[in-house]
């Protein structure tokens, strides 16, 4: 089983920006597919972004789109999501996960984590 801890979070001031990692450990494969998600205070866990193994397919969620990107370095089985431009509805605690595809809707295949909170003040 693949254990994911996520790092980086904080408290920034809206149009802030903020690098999250999560690094993998465990039974880990440098061809799964990795995503970030978030939840809300109040609210379910959404879909963020995903990469693909190779780091050429990558979506993310209409919000998101020309402010967050999502990267990866299989050599030390983390990956990233620089987030920029930040608005006070990013807050939110924001998880990594391997999934069995790219797309938003793809079976999420590993343990959730802790989380990192990001915090967002307008």
């Known amino acids: 089983q693949v254990q994911l801890v996520e790092t980086g979070g904080g408290l920034v001031q809206a149009g802030g920006s903020l690098r999250l990692s999560c690094a993998a450990s465990?039974?880990?494969?440098?061809?799964?597919?990795k995503g970030w998600f978030r939840q809300a205070p109040g609210k379910g866990r959404e879909f963020v972004a995903s990469?693909?193994?190779?780091?050429?397919?990558?979506y993310y969620a209409d919000f998101v789109k020309g402010r967050f990107t999502i990267s990866r370095d299989n050599a030390k089985n983390t990956v990233f999501l620089q987030m920029n431009s930040l608005k006070p509805e990013d807050t939110a605690v924001y998880y990594c996960?391997?999934?069995?595809?790219?797309?938003?809707?793809?079976?999420?295949?590993?343990?959730w984590g802790q989380g990192t909170r990001v915090t967002v003040s307008s």
């Open positions: 990469i693909s193994w190779t780091g050429f397919s990558t």
């Open positions: 996960a391997a999934l069995a595809g790219v797309f938003p809707d793809s079976r999420v295949i590993s343990s």
């Open positions: 465990g039974r880990t494969f440098s061809t799964d597919v």
